[in-house]
């Protein structure tokens, strides 16, 4: 007797597990949902947290941010798993659009990268505007360097900056360059452990807790400029993606409001992103 | 490492004022790690059941392989049910990526094999106590799985409590499936390892005391209707 009120009760207890299953897969079907892949500095910076609510309460479409690396948000965004792209990596997002994945790219806002490194500078980087001078100080003084190692759009324009500093890194890099493998907020928390250099984007630098014994220790050269673009993914290519909802966030994203939300958005007095959509 | 102590003060804060984003990201990594722990149990215990009462060539092959199973990293798991599910992947029509239904999925392929393994090691030991009186009875083979699985119904209890323990800690699958999306996706660990990266150690452990909280408060619960069902069957 026993035994049959077990079963019964495993059977009714499954029921219960699938229907909620069901309902939570139901919930999460709501037509005016969608997806963008993004990267981690827009997130890690609060900017999506300051923003969408604002494009949620005019447009009434919830949007789902991914927020992982550049390159892993195209590959991503490759496979058709979103709807939006908002990544910065402007030659990989070109080549994303040449080859027919993404729709039509447009420039959204920007800011810059700056180098960090521990208060006593042992590289002795001290406000060197020039990045490529800066670069070859941290190998000549074999200062421990962080590298995200991740593909991502910080990590591109990294390897990018010590290839126009005629640095070959794979032969120079000893033990003093590490790969994290990383997103940046990760990266800095291993620099700040190890009191090693590395490169991030202003926008995570200024909203990380965690400064411990870093600071910047070059900036404003132009060539550390961090543009964001935005594109749709391709629904010629993968029929799900919200086309219509899509659109409209990056119609509203480029568009007045949203290029003055972005600008709206300040930490600690600072602004974090500079909106340059072009129209 | 003033963090440590501040984690319990933030810790002891976020509970007492029950903040809202808090409460639903617990109630999103019980709801995933539960159904997920459910379902396992129904298909380990099974698998466990049968391969301790059913003799067949290659049994012992299957047994090592489940055993080994156990050591799948979660990550490899991830990526295995994010190139299912992704929209180019065979299951890509369902349109299950980033969804607490894949992170289910991703969490039941996980303990799955830890729930059949050890519901075997446990029925293994009442099918050799139990063997004769098996035998004198002349029980089926069904008769006999279920006779083990509610006589060892309380180490079993325990077996899917070392599933829940590893469902509700697991981070690398669900966060490539689930993609730690806010109001969505996002469960405790997904949401620790976000505040880590953004350096608020703090925070993030003392996200980590609460899920400890909350995991002992799922297997006290278990124990203490063990303990009360105990008595009554000595009753």
Request: hydrophobic residues 50%.
């Amino acid at each position: 007797m026993k035994m049959i009120l077990f079963y019964r009760l495993a059977l009714t207890m499954s029921l219960v597990v699938f229907a909620n299953v069901v309902m939570l897969a139901a919930a999460l079907a709501q037509p005016v949902t969608i997806i963008v892949q993004s990267t981690t500095s827009t997130q890690n910076s609060g900017l999506f947290d300051f923003i969408l609510p604002k494009f949620t309460a005019q447009t009434g479409i919830t949007v789902n941010v991914v927020a992982v690396g550049t390159g892993q948000a195209l590959k991503n965004g490759r496979n058709g798993d979103g709807d939006v792209l908002l990544v910065h990596a402007k030659s990989a997002e070109e080549q994303f659009i040449k080859r027919g994945f993404g729709v039509k790219r447009f420039d959204v806002m920007y800011n810059d990268f700056v180098i960090i490194g521990p208060k006593n500078d042992p590289a002795k980087l001290g406000g060197t505007v020039g990045i490529l001078a800066a670069l070859a100080k941290i190998v000549q003084s074999k200062s421990p360097f962080i590298s995200r190692g991740d593909d991502s759009g910080t990590n591109k324009k990294e390897l990018q900056l010590w290839q126009k500093a005629k640095i070959n890194i794979v032969e120079k890099g000893g033990s003093w360059y590490r790969e994290s493998g990383s997103g940046m907020g990760a990266t800095l928390n291993i620099a700040a452990g190890m009191s090693a250099y590395t490169m991030s984007d202003r926008a995570t630098w200024l909203a990380f807790k965690n400064k411990a014994g870093l600071k910047i220790l070059s900036e404003g050269d132009p060539l550390l400029f961090n543009q964001y673009g935005v594109m749709l993914i391709n629904p010629s290519k993968h029929p799900h993606v919200n086309e219509k909802e899509g659109q409209i966030f990056i119609d509203w994203l480029t568009g007045k409001e949203g290029q003055s939300a972005i600008a709206a958005y300040k930490l600690e007095g600072k602004q974090l992103f500079f909106p340059n959509a072009g129209r | 490492m003033e963090e440590i102590g501040n984690a319990f003060l933030i810790a002891f804060d976020l509970l007492r004022s029950r903040d809202a984003a808090l409460m639903e990201i617990v109630q999103l990594s019980l709801w995933v790690s539960i159904i997920a722990v459910a379902i396992s149990c129904i298909i380990g215990f099974f698998i466990g059941a049968a391969l301790s009462v059913y003799r067949f060539p290659g049994r012992k092959v299957i047994v090592v392989v489940i055993n080994a199973l156990m050591g799948l990293p979660p990550v490899v798991l991830g990526l295995i049910v994010y190139l299912l599910l992704s929209r180019s992947g065979p299951l890509g029509v369902l349109g299950l990526l980033y969804t607490p239904t894949a992170m289910i999925i991703a969490q039941i392929l996980l303990i799955t094999p830890l729930v059949s393994a050890l519901c075997l090691q446990v029925l293994e030991e009442f099918n050799r106590e139990y063997d004769e009186f098996f035998r004198s009875l002349r029980l089926t083979s069904l008769a006999k799985i279920k006779t083990l699985l509610w006589e060892a119904r309380f180490g079993l209890l325990t077996v899917g409590l070392a599933g829940f323990g590893r469902a509700i800690s697991e981070v690398g699958a669900v966060m490539i499936v689930g993609g730690n999306i806010n109001h969505a996706t996002r469960i405790m660990t997904t949401a620790i390892a976000l505040e880590t990266s953004k350096g608020t150690l703090a925070l993030a452990l003392a996200l980590g005391i609460i899920l400890i909280i909350f995991s002992i408060a799922v297997n006290a619960a278990v124990m203490a209707l063990r303990s009360s069902s105990k008595v009554q069957v000595h009753a």
